[in-house]
């Protein structure tokens, strides 16, 4: 049975993914994350478990947001549910003790306690949004900053536990949908391009070795020698510069080879509407086929809030939820297709 | 034409381990063998020179005879010299102070910069805040002589000698 907290996130999707915003049927949502830490205490990788049990409730005590779940309190479905939703991080996921998490604003804020930093807070907005998202993020940093003594130099910035995020403590990335690069082969050299520049590109869903989806995480690498605000525009203009050449491979796509995407885009539909058993694979894979459509005009019946509304509640750890309990893969592609059947 | 997924990275051929991101023709005889490998073991074959951006334990120099390294504990955490190498993340915000001077060059390696120029703690002291503030101005300086707007230039001259007058 899963943790009554739930309850609200396993009725409603998400605003991030409520398919509206600039670009939204591309560009899935915009995230921004600080990472923080207190003077006076060791990073979380250097503390003993009761003593990050001390960090968490000196946090809390000094914030006015009192709604932080301890992370002990959920159950390890109800914590691959929390990592399907994006609120908390693969790593952290597998910890018990002594850690942190909220949920605010419709899952547009969300904070993790004792992750690889002290605080982890994040934002995130439906479609290309940056600037909302971190305006937002900002307000929240500047509250927390006035009653929380960070760890802070005036020479390399707010000192986080891994070097990488030194300096800002700010990573900005935007949830991508890239099927007219990957379908003409041209993807390789756009990352080739966003390495060149300082960006950090990898598969949303992915074991490493593939990409499912066409959906691609854009991000900043660099955190140190910049401002927070450069970070964002930066990052802003280099996704429309990828959606600018998204959508020149896509009229090649569609001048040269019309009626085998349109029969693409077709039997994905039918697959979903008319599947028995559906992996998570096939339906990111066939999902990706149907957004394209919708994209592109050619399904007009979908609407891309509800395509967006499958793609999170037809997760392993979401399905599993939604009956209260542990089921198999095999039962798990059973109720997907049901569940893809009835609501596409 | 594949609709639905590509293989972006690929695992490398010899350690099974980092993604591949070179790719090699290997010609043996008639037969021609493609080879996906990791830059590190792209150098190890004598393919390539390794440069790796998060391998940070080379930015991080080890000398074992130089006595100083090995002295090199953070008084606040616990953390020797060799265990940053071997982790790659500090243990606390000592550690900065601590092992300053060894780490300057991972972040000029890393971010390409060794200042900060973002975003300020709200309670923090006057004087970092003028600091920052010469900082930024001196940034924009820069830019304004290297654009020949000798104007501007002379406005932000002006500003930087304000705020360093400043107590």
Known sequence: MGNKKLNTLLKNPPNWIDGKGRFAETILSSRVRFARNLKQFNFPNRTKEDELDEIMNFIISHINYKCITSLSEFSPLDKKFLVERRIISREFSKKTKGRGVGIWEGENIGLMLNENDHIRIHSICSGLNLELAYEKLNKLDDEFSESLPYAFSSKLGYLTACPTNTGTGLRASVLVHLPGLVHSEQIKKILEMLHKDGFLIKGFYSDGTMVEGNLFQISNQVTLGITEEEIIDKLHKMILQVIGYENNARELLLSNTRAQLEDKIWRAYSILKNARLLSNEEFINLSSAVRFGIELGILKKVSLQNLNKLLIFTQPAHLQESIGGMIDSTERNVKRALYVRKNL | ?167
């Open chain 2, 1 to 167: 034409m594949y609709l639905y997924s590509i293989i972006l990275i690929m695992l490398c051929d010899i350690c099974h381990k980092n993604d591949a991101t070179i790719s090699y023709t290997v010609v043996v005889g008639e037969k021609k063998t493609k080879l996906h490998l990791c830059e590190e073991c792209a150098a190890k074959k004598g393919f390539i020179k390794a440069f790796s951006l998060m391998n940070i334990q080379e930015f991080i120099p080890l000398d074992p005879n130089e006595p100083e390294v090995k002295n090199l504990i953070c008084p606040k955490c616990g953390l020797t010299y060799k265990e940053l190498r071997e982790q790659a993340e500090f243990g606390c915000s000592k550690c900065y102070k601590t092992f300053e001077r060894k780490i300057i060059p991972l972040f000029q390696k890393i971010h390409g910069s060794t200042q900060h120029i973002g975003k300020l703690v709200c309670i923090s002291a006057e004087r970092d805040k003028k600091e920052m503030k010469i900082f930024k101005f001196k940034k924009r300086l820069d830019k304004a002589i290297k654009s020949e707007s000798y104007e501007e230039a002379a406005i932000i001259r002006d500003e930087i000698k304000k705020w360093e007058t400043k107590n």
